[in-house]
């Protein structure tokens, strides 16, 4: 019997089985919780649906969070299945790819700026919102995706590191708020990995080979590492954690310059 087992969880943003929530969605499904999904459009459907059927789910609604109506809809169809909710998994991220080569002063727009802390950022709150009442009085766990660019400026990274740090305020804020009710908010900084959603940064493999030899393990990580930080953030083991960020990155957020190794040697 999992660490999960009994628990029902909703995960936004499988896009591909590289992809961060598949290595979550695989880890809790391990651990026993039932998972429900979400895809943005007609175009992704039968790609998530498939995915869930791998999961043990057939649960799987459209979901585009820039729509409130959608929003609203997801979690009455979600109880319509389901008498209680016990997590929310928030994979989202996004931000126009001319926004992420360059310059951030010369390239960033209005629209681009807004965007990506809409999708990013305030998708997180207002998934909260819709899905509280069926979270009521079921001490859940929602868990969001951030990275080391909300904190330090990143090549290419550019807007998008506005927006997780927007996000990362969110978790502290969200917790703040939900804790009284027994709802904890945490969310993973995970370090590079390649996936779908990184594609579309420039150098990206050249910032991976970077993160490696940077990085205390001088490896990079996985997603079944994150994923199974996820599913203990989303379990009773963690109960007492909230409001917080957990770094999964091999501890490259606790470095300045590498080994001395890596010093001599260039």
């Known amino acids: ?20 929530a598949s290595g979550i969605a695989s880890a809790m499904h391990r ?3 039932e998972l429900a999904f979400t895809y943005q459009n007609e175009k992704l459907k039968d790609r998530v649906v498939k ?8 649960l799987v609604f459209p979901c585009d969070v820039q729509e409130d109506n959608q929003i609203t809809d997801l979690f009455s169809r979600l109880g319509d299945n389901w008498e209680g909710l016990d997590g929310i998994v928030h994979c989202l991220a996004f931000a126009p790819a001319n926004e992420l080569h360059g310059n951030y002063v010369d390239i960033t727009t209005r629209e681009g700026f807004l965007t990506a802390h809409e999708i990013s950022s305030y998708s997180f709150v207002a998934l909260a919102q819709k899905g509280r009442k069926l ?3 079921r001490n859940g766990s929602l868990v969001t995706l951030s990275y080391l660019g909300a904190l330090r400026s990143l090549p290419n990274y550019n807007v998008m590191g506005l927006a997780k740090a ?4 969110n978790v502290r804020y969200m917790a703040s ?21 990184a594609s579309g940064i420039k150098s990206f493999r050249k910032m991976l080979d970077h993160n490696a030899k940077q990085t205390p393990l001088r490896r990079n990580i996985t997603i079944e590492e994150v994923g199974n930080a996820a599913a203990f953030l989303a379990s009773e083991l963690a ?14 957020n606790t470095t300045a310059m590498g080994s001395l190794n890596d010093l001599e040697a260039s």
Do not use: C, H, Q
């Open 51 to 58: 995915f869930a059927e791998g999961w043990g789910s057939d």
């Open 135 to 137: 979270m009521e009085g």
């Open 239 to 252: 109960s007492g954690i909230s409001g917080e960020i957990l770094y999964v990155d091999g501890g490259f």
């Open 31 to 33: 651990e026993g919780a």
């Open 1 to 20: 019997m999992g660490f999960l087992t009994g628990k029902r969880i909703l995960i936004l943003g499988v896009a591909s089985k590289l992809s961060i």
């Open 166 to 169: 927007s996000l990362e305020s």
């Open 177 to 197: 708020s939900l804790g009284p009710e027994g709802t904890r908010v945490n969310g993973i900084s995970a370090g590079p990995i390649k996936t779908l959603a």
